[in-house]
């Protein structure tokens, strides 16, 4: 039996909405966006390995309203110079970040939730950039916003709190503009 990621998306455009995808096999993501503009919205997802989404190859889909939680790895993981925006998802129980955002990639996050992961809320390496506003960061074991290794990123209007480490961290040659942000109580 071959095994592989639930969903592949390899094409221009597409929409995928309202269904439960669970990754239960090693090694493969649960959704896996290897180009265009996926819209992927009001879905439940989670992996017994990889990260839940994975985000490539110059990808810029869009994530809704999902539920993504629980995996064995990173929520969702951005790189190889994808963007994408992520809206109002509840990002949450990971065992690594609830997002990895690194090699190029320049996601923009609004309105999640991105919570209760056994590492950062939102990591930031390896040539990464990204734009956070408006998100609530919260309740993860390390920092809620992590910034490292070369990378520069902006958050604006963030609630980031409770984190049993930092709010935000940024050390080894990474960069950051904060504009207007909610930091307390790490």
């Not at 994975?54 to 790895?73: F, Q, T, V, Y």
């Not at 609830?98 to 996601?107: H, K, Q, T």
């Not at 960061?137 to 609630?159: E, P, Y």
């Not at 904060?178 to 790490?186: A, G, Q, R, T, Y």
Request: some cysteine; proline content about 1%.
């Amino acid at each position: 039996v071959e095994r592989t990621n639930v969903i592949r998306f390899q094409t221009t455009m597409g929409r995928i909405a309202n269904l439960t995808l669970r990754q239960r096999d090693d090694n493969w993501f649960c959704v896996n966006i290897a180009q265009g503009r996926l819209e992927l919205e009001d879905c439940d997802i989670t992996s017994q390995n990889r990260a839940c989404v994975g985000i490539h190859g110059g990808a810029d889909p869009r994530l809704r309203r999902n539920r993504i939680h629980n995996s064995k790895e990173t929520g969702v993981h951005f790189y190889e110079n994808s963007q994408g925006t992520l809206e109002d998802n509840d990002i949450f129980g990971h065992a690594s970040s609830g997002l990895g955002i690194r090699r190029g990639a320049a996601p923009m996050l609004r309105r999640n939730r991105i919570r209760d992961n056994q590492r950062n809320g939102v990591f930031v390496y390896d040539d990464g950039l990204g734009t956070l506003e408006d998100n609530e960061i919260f309740g993860n074991t390390f920092a809620g916003v992590s910034i490292t290794s070369k990378t520069n990123s902006i958050l604006r209007r963030n609630r980031i709190h409770d984190n049993k480490q930092n709010g935000v961290f940024v050390y080894e040659e990474g960069q950051c503009t904060l504009e207007d942000n909610d930091i307390f109580s790490n």
